[in-house]
């Protein structure tokens, strides 16, 4: 997979995105847009974007949120590749 140094990969749960309410995509653009934000560390980052797209306390579905990027100061070849079987 080519990717851009400093590029960040978000796997996430269902429930981070979707509400009964609201469109799929509208969840998405709401990820898109709370990953885009300036942060610190991708600690900083994952806490605010589950956050900011919780939908609040009466919420039923469970949210997870797992963040790595592309580390700039390493040669792609020094990052490590995954094969998923069947891929």
Do not use: K, Y
Not at 16 to 33: H, P, S, T, V
Not at 42 to 51: E, G, M, Y
């Amino acid at each position: 997979m080519e990717r851009a140094e400093g590029s960040l990969l978000a796997l996430h749960t269902d429930g981070l995105i979707e509400a009964r309410d609201q469109d799929i995509n509208a969840g998405m653009n709401r990820l898109r847009a709370a990953l885009a934000r300036p942060h610190h560390t991708l600690d900083d980052l994952c806490s605010s974007t589950v956050d900011s797209s919780s939908h609040g306390p009466t919420c039923s579905t469970q949210t997870r949120l797992l963040l790595g990027s592309s580390p700039a100061i390493l040669p792609s070849s020094a990052v490590p590749e995954l094969s998923l079987p069947g891929s």
